[in-house]
């Protein structure tokens, strides 16, 4: 198991191929799983090594599942003292599960699913971006609207750039629906370690969001970092060439290319 376990790990390695690590971290009682037995998940739910086997390795696969969308580290905790009678574990005792998401795929987010971000959010998952949309509008943020490894997630702008948990792997794109909902945004990613920030706006908004950014005491750098107008000159006007325009930008952000929008 151990052989089998390290050599799907190198192999995820060389083929550059995100996956979950999951490690049991502790147990108390009488555990079918001992610390520091690992799993590895990959995206398409197959599995290498083992965490103890059973109903609980199983809970432990799905859910880490869900973090090739959301990102986000947890510790699981498992009861194994069950006195029902059923498909539960009942040894009697109680263990943790670590997993995390071992990934070298950027991440983008995008505040904004209308006709723009919506797209964006589509050609990025297609480009293997690790991609989260939100949207405060539930006819927006429809998760039957996107790709099923796309994290969809429907709040108030406000709140959600905590809940997203923007980090330095972290490409943002502000397209909200408004200017007020923007600076929203802006005023709580812009102090994040957000690896690029752009917003649609217009030139002459673009000098009053700058300034009103500044009154709010974001630190000067980060303002004057915005790539805004967002995307590069294409000359598009739809939907989807804007979108191609955004990511086209991000993809040579990521390769080391700083290609601002020039009329």
């Known amino acids: 198991m151990a052989n089998e376990f390290f050599y799907a790990l190198k192999q995820a390695y060389n083929r550059n191929e995100p996956f979950v ?107 293997r971006f690790r991609v989260t949309i939100v949207d405060e509008r539930p006819e927006y943020a429809n998760p039957a609207l996107f790709p099923d490894s796309v994290q969809v997630l429907c709040q108030p702008f406000e709140s959600a750039v905590a809940a997203v948990k923007i980090d330095a792997n972290s490409h943002v794109a502000v397209l909200t629906p408004g200017h007020l909902k923007d600076f929203e945004v802006l005023e709580r990613v812009l102090p994040t370690p957000a690896a690029y920030v752009g917003l649609v706006c217009s030139a002459k908004k673009l000098v009053e969001m700058k300034a009103a950014l500044i009154d709010k005491g974001i630190a000067g750098d980060r303002v004057e970092a915005l790539f805004a107008p967002i995307g590069i000159n294409l000359g598009s006007t739809t939907p989807e060439e804007i979108a191609v325009e955004i990511l086209a930008q991000i993809v040579a952000f990521r390769n080391g290319k700083i290609i601002r929008f020039e009329k």
């Open 21 to 127: 690590l999951c490690t049991v971290v502790e147990t108390i009682g009488s555990s079918p799983g001992t610390v520091g037995q690992k799993m590895l998940v990959f995206k398409d739910g197959t599995i290498a090594g083992t965490v103890g086997g059973g109903v609980n390795e199983e809970r432990t696969r799905i859910a880490a599942l869900e973090l090739f969308s959301s990102g986000e580290a947890r510790i699981l905790t498992f009861d194994l003292d069950n006195p029902l009678a059923g498909s539960d574990p009942v040894c009697g005792g109680k263990s943790r599960v670590f997993i995390e998401l071992q990934a070298h795929e950027p991440r983008m987010v995008v505040f904004g699913a209308g006709h723009i971000g919506k797209v964006l959010a589509q050609m990025a998952a297609l480009a």
